[in-house]
């Protein structure tokens, strides 16, 4: 059972990418939470950004699996290392890719999430090794 914020975090990204639903990731934000992803102009905000945010992640792709590499944790947030295999949606083919996220937290809800990764990944002709959680 996940116990620290972070573990939670975890939890519900394996379970949204098992079922392709956004839904268990929304359920650990917080009504005010931001969302921030550097490749993409917007900043989404509270749990209707977090579900169109989670949403465009799990619609990129016809299946993706993410593993924690490391994860560094403090009261308030949390660093974290991800890798992440799959298929990209529209017979984009195989990907891997690598990256960091990190997480603030206000008790066990997600109040700031923000990701790094190689956005070249994902471009035809671009790396075939890159980042994006």
Not at 71 to 100: C, F, M, N
Not at 115 to 124: C, G, I, K, Q, R
Request: no cysteine; net charge neutral.
């Amino acid at each position: 059972m996940a116990t620290t914020p972070a573990q939670q975090f975890i939890a519900a990204l394996k379970q949204a990418e098992e079922s392709k639903s956004p839904d268990p990731l929304v359920a650990v934000f917080a009504p005010d939470a931001e969302l921030d992803n550097p490749s993409r102009s917007v900043v989404r905000k509270g749990t209707g950004g977090a579900g169109e945010f989670w949403k465009d992640y799990l619609s990129a792709f016809d299946g993706i699996r993410s593993e924690f590499t490391h994860v560094i944790e403090s009261k308030d947030a949390a660093t974290l290392e991800w890798k992440s295999q799959g298929t990209l949606a529209h017979g984009g083919g195989p990907v891997t890719y690598r990256g960091v996220s990190v997480v603030e937290f206000a008790g066990d809800k997600v109040k700031r999430f923000a990701t790094y990764y190689d956005s070249a990944t994902f471009v035809p002709g671009g790396s075939k090794q890159g980042g994006g959680k």
